[in-house]
């Protein structure tokens, strides 16, 4: 499979390194103790529970890390949806690089795997609108290509990758600047003083004022409405000030919807007709999709 465009695969092959020295140091001692280095084996990995599978490419690279002889075959592909029970493909080779590698493996698939489930359910939830659902930047610190590979294999769509690929201006970044309209005119001046038109510019407001004054500039392509959908406490949304707000902004620019988003408030959100959802949840409050690995092992 592809990799998406911000994971290289000298950088997945970096991560994959870092991981595998960190769990398995100088050498697995167990393994190498009760395992000959002459054994081979073989594992089926199945789903546990349902989900949408996500990781496969990587699992793989983990594996042929940890010893090039090992050979996966697939029986599903990442972005399937898969019912307990469904095995999700066999492992064969060494058996001592199985057992070295089967943590890590899974640790990827399961967490990928829970992040693609979180988005699809996401987007069903959704469902008839069709806003993007996008993910943040609250990822763990190193895995950012892997959580965000996994919301696009669930049907999400990426947001910025990090804080070099769009100029996103937020309220101390509004305070800093000096106002809304100030800020807004640095960012096209940063724009046009780098040669970075293809940058486009998103603002934070938190209230209908903030909304107009925006608008009123016009120098944003993305307005974030913060926290206008209003939670309340039957768990149920209050959209008033959300439609008031893109009302206001009435098709001029996009429009991204963020705070109190969950699957049961985010239908309510998108029948707005706001362009885009973002939810951290996404990635932050992970609930990895249980997947097993049964190995058996050859003499």
């Known amino acids: ?144 290509g892997l959580d965000k590979w996994a919301v696009k294999l669930g049907g999400g769509t990426n947001h910025r990758v990090g804080l070099y690929d ?8 509004i305070a800093a600047a000096g106002g809304i309209h100030e800020a807004l005119d640095a960012a096209k001046v940063y724009c046009e003083a780098n040669e970075r038109e293809d940058l486009d510019i998103e603002i934070e407001t938190r209230t209908l004022e903030e909304v107009s004054a925006v608008v009123e500039h016009g120098g944003a392509n993305i307005i974030l409405l913060d926290n206008m959908a209003q939670a309340r406490s039957d768990g149920s949304v209050d959209v008033a000030m959300l439609e008031e707000a893109i009302a206001i902004v009435d098709g001029t620019c996009r429009t991204e919807a963020s705070g109190n988003v969950t699957r049961d408030t985010v239908n309510a959100i998108a029948a707005t007709g706001v362009d885009a959802i973002s939810s951290g949840a996404l990635t932050h409050s992970v609930t990895v999709l249980d997947l097993s690995m049964q190995m058996t092992v050859r003499s």
């Open 1 to 144: 499979m592809q990799l998406p465009s911000y994971l290289s695969p000298d950088d997945l092959t970096n991560l994959i390194r870092r991981a595998i020295q960190e769990d398995v140091g100088p050498g697995d001692v167990t393994t190498e103790a009760t395992v000959n280095s002459d054994q081979t084996g073989s594992a089926s990995i199945r789903a546990k529970a349902p989900g949408v599978i996500a990781g496969l490419a990587v699992a793989e690279r983990v594996f042929a890390h940890v010893d090039p002889a090992i050979l996966c075959r697939w029986q599903v592909a990442d972005g399937t949806v898969v019912e307990p029970g469904v095995e999700i493909g066999t492992i064969e080779g060494p058996a001592r690089g199985l057992l070295i590698a089967e943590r890590l493996a899974l640790n990827v698939l399961q967490r990928m795997s829970g992040i693609a489930t979180a988005t699809r359910r996401m987007v069903e939830a959704a469902s008839p609108h069709t806003p993007d659902i996008l993910d943040t930047r609250k990822t763990v610190p190193g895995l950012r």
């Open 166 to 173: 769009l100029i996103l201006i937020k309220d101390n970044h």
